[in-house]
């Protein structure tokens, strides 16, 4: 069974970065494309970036988040990486890392990911 775990949330001043980590356990991350989704409080969940399972992997950003935010992954260490910057009052949510084994050459958000972490909280806030 897939499992993945975020962490690296918590509170940031607007104009401030983040890097959110997604380590997966279970399969090696050339099985797997990863997705990134955040949920606002009282908003629906949004998929902004994915990158597939091959190689250096493919990737794709939501407008809400392109040129801010890159998407990574270190396969010796089995971990997807979301490098946030400029941050805005507005990207506060918790934030997902999700998987499937659809994503070999492509991904796409918000897609259909069958793995999901249990979330993290980022706060932009001043």
């Known amino acids: 069974q897939l499992q993945l775990v975020e962490s690296g949330g918590g509170l940031v001043q607007p104009g401030g970065s983040l890097r959110l980590s997604c380590v997966v356990s279970?399969?090696?991350?050339?099985?797997?494309?990863i997705a990134w989704f955040r949920q606002a409080p009282g908003g629906e969940r949004e998929g902004i970036s994915c990158i597939s399972a091959f190689g250096t992997g493919v990737t794709k950003y939501d407008d809400s988040v392109k040129g801010r935010f890159t998407i990574s992954k270190d396969a010796a260490k089995n971990t997807v990486y979301l490098q946030m910057n400029s941050l805005k009052p507005e990207d506060t949510a918790v934030y997902y890392c999700?998987?499937?084994?659809?994503?070999?050459?492509?991904?796409?958000?918000?897609?259909?990911?069958?793995?999901w972490g249990q979330g993290t909280q980022v706060t932009v806030s001043s």
């Open positions: 999700a998987a499937d084994a659809a994503y070999g050459s492509w991904c796409e958000i918000p897609g259909y990911y069958d793995f």
């Open positions: 279970g399969w090696t991350l050339d099985g797997y494309g």
